[in-house]
């Protein structure tokens, strides 16, 4: 499988440093080309020919489990991570309820009786029971943290579960030698600590428990997503509808969808007329209608009529799988912001290892007595405050919760370098036809010069350009379509190249197209032209229809401008960035559609492959550049822009070639895209800025350095809280961002 991807469930990953020893040990495979871990989710993404036994056991090796999630479904791992989840939660709820029930007395007692100190041969009984009760704790409730340890040292490397094995079994192990070796201590230093290692791995299991309550909320947007998908598919086989599950459909089946039910894979419409709510996929309200040979999308529900459809793309091909796998991809990834987290993450534990020795160094040679105990409770402090949980969450947690916020406002971010640079964009190159416009060119005026009445025009117009294939030709017959105007046979049709088209419709002569055409048959056109001109100064373009050699009316046909696509683009220039319009149409037309949605900076007439050269020129400039399109001949461009948005009801190969897809057509999208992305890198600003500062400023007050001054040292149990209840806050804050509302004005 050269160059497949494959995913694999971790366990036993603690901190951010486990991420990095895990990425390293995968990359370190033979046939592995890339490996990135998602924190959060616990799941890593390998991408290589590999195979998936050699990957399980690379992670082995490192001190970790493995598990594949080959052949299943992402409903069915989803379900298995949640049941996963379930079930550790309830252990670390029950460990640290076990934790406590000894911690929290021992603690009161403390604050109580007094000092936790040994003296009679009855205080060593006492607490020799003590003791061995906390050792039960140790085992009980915090076995993860010293298997987890011991699996780290034998691969000569370390993470959080070594500083709190470090920190909890030395208290442990410095308590339990003073009750078996009482007078090989000074009477200052015959202190245990046995509540500080309960009440710490209480307090830790806590903050785990909490953390992952808070990490599950992230996974709404993917676990909306899979909802959206239908169990069953009602197909018809053999002149017999059969209820079959989705995974059963075969492509080219067809599929009968009633009221109300959803849309369980892709097809087109082959029997029936209907309305179906899109808003899922695209973020647009309205339900859009569908008839014969229109394209239906799983996920969507069916509103009010039924259709029979044949299955077009089926299982991992439809566009929702395909939305699910780009939504997981990103969700993935990591912004450069993040791996500058990990890399500090990878040299934070062993630092923190070396603070804490030569901390309790400092206080064995010169602090006060008992100088024994104050090293170990300013050691243990330090390495249990210093956990790096919070710092490698930061990042990620913001990255899954902005990503799913963004596609369920119908923005699919392929990943987190899109996420992190779109928030820096300073000019925005927007392509014309499809993206500020429809794409489509209507009838937007009919000038009646001899005639009376449009309909009769344009269903005389319409018959005689049946049968030709240009797109102007096209919107004529859509017109009448629309108006349900019945065509006529035309008689001796006659494209001229260039011109317009001649033909004889219900016996009258037809001549329609430009002013050159009516000029070489010698139709008189001159009191109409300043009309024809009027029409091309505002973006249509001018059509001459004559019936009988005398000049009936004239037509505008134009690409109507989206109707948001004005409010969209003053939201980009609200932001302070550059707009500028890219067009292969002519000047006048150009310019009277950037004069309407207040464009200044626009270039015309511009060939498909110099739109990329624009992009460059800008980024010349000094500018950060997102380039929007839909076509194939935006494709270059939107790869060579710093961020690329396709319009999702473009190409497949502009949305391939893209950073970002906006599902829904409206340019608002592309606002949303650009305020999520902001908010999610203040998100991430905030967590790695509490993050380190928390790491960092915690560290000093840990190794004592305000007992000289203030006679003040900061106990392990307060630590172990601290630490706990960090990561909890940076969650917390990730999940803020479910919150953000884009306001579209």
Request: with cysteine; aromatic share 6%; hydrophobic share 45%.
């Given at each position: 499988?050269?160059?497949g ?10 901190c951010a440093s486990?991420?990095g ?12 080309d ?8 616990r ?22 489990n493995?598990k594949s ?10 379900d298995?991570?949640e ?8 252990r670390?709820?029950l ?5 406590l029930?000894?911690?929290v007395p021992l603690?009161a007692?403390?604050?109580?009786v007094?000092?936790?100190?040994v003296s009679?041969?009855?205080e ?6 003590v003791?061995?009760l906390?050792a039960?704790?140790?085992f ?7 298997i987890?340890?011991w699996?780290?040292f034998?691969?000569?490397?370390a993470?959080?579960d070594?500083l709190i ?10 308590s339990?030698l ?8 000074p009477d200052?230093?015959?202190?245990v600590?046995f509540?500080?290692?309960?009440m710490?791995i209480g307090l830790?299991?806590?903050g785990?428990?909490l ?17 959206l998908?239908?169990k069953?598919a009602r197909?018809v086989r053999?002149g ?8 059963h459909?075969?492509l080219n089946?067809l599929v009968?969808?009633?009221p109300g039910?959803?849309i369980?894979v892709?097809?087109?419409v082959v ?5 179906i709510?899109?808003s899922?996929l ?5 339900p859009v209608?569908?008839?014969e040979?229109?394209?239906?999308v799983?996920?969507?529900?069916n509103?009010?009529g039924?259709?029979?459809?044949k299955?077009?793309r089926?299982?991992k091909?439809t ?5 699910i796998?780009?939504?997981k ?7 450069p ?20 020795v030569?901390s309790?160094?400092?206080w064995?040679n010169?602090g006060?007595?008992?100088a024994?105990?104050f090293?170990l409770?300013?050691a ?10 919070a710092l490698?969450?930061?990042t ?5 919760v902005?990503?799913?916020k ?6 699919l971010?392929?990943n987190g ?8 964009i ?5 392509d014309?036809?499809?993206?500020i416009t429809?794409?489509?060119?209507k009838v937007t ?5 001899t005639a009376?009445?449009e ?7 319409a018959s005689l350009?049946?049968?030709?294939e240009h797109p102007?030709?096209v919107s ?7 108006r ?12 001229i ?5 001649e033909?004889?419709?219900d016996g009258?002569?037809?001549l ?10 010698n139709?008189a ?7 024809a001109?009027h ?5 249509q373009t001018?059509?001459y ?5 005398q000049?009936a009316a004239v037509i505008?046909?134009s690409d ?5 696509s004005?409010?969209?683009?003053k939201r980009?220039?609200?932001n302070g960035?550059?707009?500028v319009?890219l ?8 310019k009277?559609v ?6 200044t900076?626009f270039?015309a ?7 990329s050269n624009?992009?460059?020129?800008l980024?010349?400039q ?5 380039m929007t399109?839909?076509?194939i ?5 939107l790869?060579?822009a710093?961020?690329?948005f396709a319009?999702?009801?473009g190409t497949?190969?502009a949305i391939e070639?893209?950073?970002i897809t ?9 606002a949303d895209?650009?305020?999520i992305?902001k ?6 600003k905030?967590n790695?800025?509490g993050?380190f ?6 560290v000093?007050f840990?190794?004592g350095v ?11 149990v307060?630590?172990g809280?601290?630490m ?7 969650v ?6 479910r919150l953000?509302k884009?306001?579209?004005?």
């Open positions: 499988m050269d160059g991807t494959q995913e694999l469930l971790i366990e036993g990953a603690g486990c991420v020893k895990i990425e390293k040990a995968l990359k370190n495979v033979h046939g592995v890339d490996a990135v871990m998602n924190f959060p989710l799941m890593v993404t390998v991408t290589g020919s590999a195979g998936e036994d050699v990957l399980i056991n690379a992670v082995e090796n490192a001190g970790y493995a999630t080959q052949g299943s479904t992402d409903d069915e791992l989803l298995e991570k049941t996963a989840d379930l079930a550790y939660y309830k670390l709820i460990g640290m309820t076990v934790a029930v000894l911690g603690m007692y403390s604050l109580i007094g000092e936790m100190t009679t041969t009855t060593r009984l006492s607490w020799l029971v003791g061995l906390t039960g704790v140790m009980f409730s915090g076995k993860h943290f010293y987890g340890a699996k780290s034998c691969n000569h490397s993470n959080m070594t094995a470090l920190g909890t079994g030395t208290a442990w192990l410095y339990m003073v009750v078996f070796f009482l007078t090989a201590f200052m230093a015959r202190h600590y509540e500080a290692t309960a710490i830790i299991n806590l785990l428990a953390e992952l309550k808070a990490r599950g909320r992230t996974s709404l947007a993917i676990k909306r997503l899979i909802g998908q239908a069953t197909v053999g017999k509808d059969i209820d079959i599950p989705i995974g459909v075969l089946d009968r969808i009633r039910e959803k369980p892709d097809g087109l029997e029936g007329y209907t309305s709510d899109e899922m695209t973020g647009e309200p309205m209608e569908k008839k040979s229109n394209e239906v799983a996920g969507t529900i509103k009010t039924s259709v029979v459809f299955a077009t089926v299982g091909d566009a929702l799988a395909h939305i796998g780009m939504v991809r990103a969700q993935n990834s990591k912004p912001i993040g791996r500058l987290a990990d890399i500090i993450s990878g040299y934070f534990v062993p630092t923190i290892m070396i603070i804490s030569v309790a160094l400092v064995l010169f006060p007595d008992p024994v105990a090293a409770v300013c243990t402090t330090v390495l249990i405050i210093a956990c790096p949980c490698g969450l930061a990620p947690m913001s990255v899954m902005g990503v799913g963004a596609a369920e406002a119908g923005v971010i392929r370098e899109a996420l992190q640079t779109a928030s820096k300073t000019a925005m190159i927007l014309k036809t499809g993206t429809l794409g489509a060119p005026s009919i000038h009646l010069v009376s009445d309909d009769n025009v344009l269903q005389l117009a350009e049946a049968g030709s102007l030709a004529i017959v859509e017109s009448a379509q629309e349900e105007l019945h065509l006529s046979k035309v008689e001796r049709f006659n494209a190249a260039g011109h317009g088209v033909g004889f419709v009258q002569a037809l329609f197209g430009n002013e050159r055409l009516m000029r070489d048959k139709v056109i001159d009191d109409v032209v300043n009309t001109q029409m091309a100064a505002e973006a001018p059509m229809f004559a019936v009988d050699g000049l505008g046909v109507p401008i989206k109707e948001d004005i409010e969209a683009i980009l220039k609200k960035i550059r707009v319009m067009t292969g149409d002519n000047k006048a037309t150009a009277a950037a004069d309407k949605v207040g464009i900076e270039f007439e511009v060939l498909p492959e110099d739109k624009k992009v460059a020129d980024q010349q000094g500018e950060i550049v997102g399109g839909d076509g001949n935006d494709a270059p461009a790869a060579l710093n961020v690329g319009i999702g009801t497949d190969v070639s893209a950073d906006l599902m829904r057509g409206s340019l608002h999208g592309l895209a650009i305020a992305s908010a999610t890198l203040r998100n991430i905030q790695l800025l993050a500062i928390y790491n960092a400023a915690g000093p840990a190794a305000l007992y000289p001054f203030f006679g003040v040292l900061l106990s392990p307060i630590a809280a601290a706990a209840f960090s990561s909890v806050t940076v917390s804050n990730a999940n803020r961002l953000f884009a306001q579209e004005h």
